[in-house]
């Protein structure tokens, strides 16, 4: 019999994610994501100035802040065919990697780990065999068996207390959790440990940004950090050396505690290697512009359709027609007037709110396409555009990871396996090893051009009468973002955001072509419908907006029960 499970919300912060599945035989046999609230910034932009944009669209999310400030000021910099000196383009793209490194760090172990981890069963776990297992894997020093004694400890005060505090919503002993009480264990100690090295990552933007949610140092034409080495209020060697210091810890834990835990995990559920794929056409934006004018980068973009690495395009440059021309915007499913598919330019933003329709309009949030297709973004469609691409540091971090699952696994894992909810994992802890390097790379090239006596950290730009069209992309931890503005006789006469999660989780089109969210759960299979835990973890393995609490529906629509989850 088929039984309807309604999950709402799933959200992280900000944003409400709903998703629908039909479940029958054990398995989802067809789903419905749907965003439950309405944003309207880019309408409250209009006839404003288009060097305050920034400042608004951060205010999207209250954690992907400095992604849209970046996309924002890129987007009218293009509009205005304005380059930005070199030392502006180096600062920014440490922000965006230590903002990565921050976003990656937390997702894995705060915002999913759990979907796989069983916190109850590592009380049963023995500390010694932990240290050993750990020590097997990584030369980390944190794996002695003294300090999972003391997590051991510190989890059994909560459960005595009755208090498991963030330990108290899971799934705990649900049939579709396997790892060993020893795996358990030393993924709770190194939850706990990486809430210090996020915090490490996310000091870096706040010292370069000025603060952090909300960074404050970006312009139109560049930055405003003032560099200055016989000044302690700039950007001095001091502060340059003590982020450097920073990047050196940050990359420590990567590299000895997350890329292994990944690799472990995934080995354990090989099985969730089947699970998950849903739309393999992947779009990427280059990130980490490497000149003035963003025709260089240290990671590549592209797209890949159907799966298929060989067929790879790139995306070359901040003015790449081939990515300009191609991006559209479907609202045949959204709660928006009309029923049209346009290009980001020519849109509008009209909120037009019915009841929920399974074959109507049932999502705040439109269907992006990429010359029609439905296409996968986030870390996965990166790495894999990349790899595609020949770019040597992601094939070597790829290498290792796929080498290191194998070898837990006890059997060849190649790179098909990524296209997956597991390989999402992978592909995010790749990411993470690659942007630690790049960071490094781009530290150096900032110190070596400013020993070069360039102090320029501004260009500043001037509008024109009449009508530019300009939009600015970037490779987000979700994914790949664009904003789109149309600035009219220097003010803003449109402006759109086609961000990650609008790609990932957008409805279907007016083709009724599922969006990536809804394309990834069929065939997930369901173990207990009263504890849909899998339909998490592939919903969470994109990294999307979730919350405490579902509701379970009858098929004629009925609450059943109410489960609280993390």
Not at 268 to 294: I, Q, R, S
Not at 327 to 355: C, F, L, M, Q, R
Not at 364 to 379: H, L, N, T, Y
Request: charge should be neutral.
């Amino acid at each position: 019999m088929s039984k309807r499970i309604t999950v709402d919300p799933i959200t992280r912060i900000e944003g409400h994610l709903r998703i629908d599945v039909e479940v029958d035989g054990g398995s989802v046999k067809n789903s419905w994501s749907s965003g439950q609230m309405f944003r309207g910034i880019e309408i409250m932009l209009k006839g404003r100035d288009p060097r305050d944009a920034w400042l608004f669209t951060q205010r999207f999310c209250g954690v992907c802040t400095t992604v849209h400030a970046i996309a924002s000021v890129r987007a009218v910099e293009n509009a205005l065919k304005l380059e930005i000196p070199l030392n502006a383009q180096l600062i920014r793209n440490i922000i965006m990697a230590a903002h990565g490194l921050h976003d990656h760090i937390v997702h894995f172990y705060h915002l999913s780990a759990l979907d796989w981890v069983d916190v109850v069963s590592a009380l049963s776990a023995d500390p010694a065999k932990t240290s050993a297992l750990a020590e097997s894997l990584s030369a980390w020093p944190r794996n002695s068996r003294r300090e999972m004694e003391a997590v051991k400890a510190k989890l059994a005060a909560f459960v005595e207390r009755g208090q498991l505090g963030i330990f108290a919503n899971g799934y705990w002993g649900h049939p579709a959790m396997k790892l060993p009480p020893e795996v358990n264990l030393l993924a709770v100690a190194h939850y706990l440990q990486a809430l210090e090295y996020q915090q490490k990552a996310n000091k870096i933007v706040a010292l370069l940004g000025g603060k952090t949610p909300n960074i404050q140092n970006l312009a139109v034409g560049g930055v405003a950090n003032a560099i200055n080495f016989d000044n302690q209020a700039t950007l001095n060697m001091e502060k340059l050396f003590m982020i450097k210091d920073i990047l050196d810890d940050v990359q420590t834990f990567v590299e000895q505690v997350y890329l292994v835990d990944v690799a472990a995990v995934g080995a354990m559920y090989a099985d969730w290697t089947k699970y998950g794929a849903g739309v393999t056409n992947y779009l990427a934006a280059p990130e980490f512009p490497l000149d003035t004018a963003g025709t260089k980068f240290d990671i590549p973009g592209g797209t890949v359709f159907d799966g298929n690495l060989a067929g790879v395009k790139a995306i070359t440059s901040f003015q790449d027609p081939y990515f300009r021309d191609n991006v559209s915007e479907a609202i045949a499913h959204s709660w928006y007037d009309g029923d049209w598919n346009k290009h980001p330019w020519e849109e509008d933003t009209v909120p037009k709110y019915s009841e929920w329709q399974d074959d109507g309009k049932y999502s705040w949030v439109k269907a992006p396409r990429f010359a029609g297709r439905v296409m996968q973004v986030g870390p996965l469609a990166n790495m894999l555009i990349a790899y595609a691409l020949g770019d040597e540091l992601v094939k070597k971090y790829v290498g290792l990871t796929l080498d290191r699952v194998s070898a837990i696994a006890g059997a060849r894992v190649g790179p098909a396996a990524l296209h997956s909810t597991i390989g999402r994992h992978a592909a995010r802890a790749v990411r993470a090893g690659v942007f630690a390097e790049v960071a490094k790379k781009h530290w150096g090239l900032l110190v070596e051009n400013i020993g070069k006596g360039d102090t320029a950290i501004f260009n500043p730009p001037t509008f024109p009468s009449g009508e530019q069209r300009g939009f600015g992309f970037h490779e987000a931890p979700r994914g790949l973002l664009s904003h789109w503005v149309v600035i009219q006789n220097g003010k803003i006469a449109n402006y759109q955001a086609v961000v990650p999660s609008t790609w990932n989780a957008g409805p279907r089109d007016e083709k009724g072509q599922r969006g990536p969210y809804e394309a990834s759960l069929i065939g997930n299979p369901i173990a207990d419908v009263e504890r849909p835990l899998e339909v998490l973890r592939t919903i969470h393995s994109f990294d999307p907006c979730l919350a405490c609490a579902i509701h379970t529906l009858d098929p004629e629509g009925k609450e059943l029960s109410r489960l609280r989850v993390l």
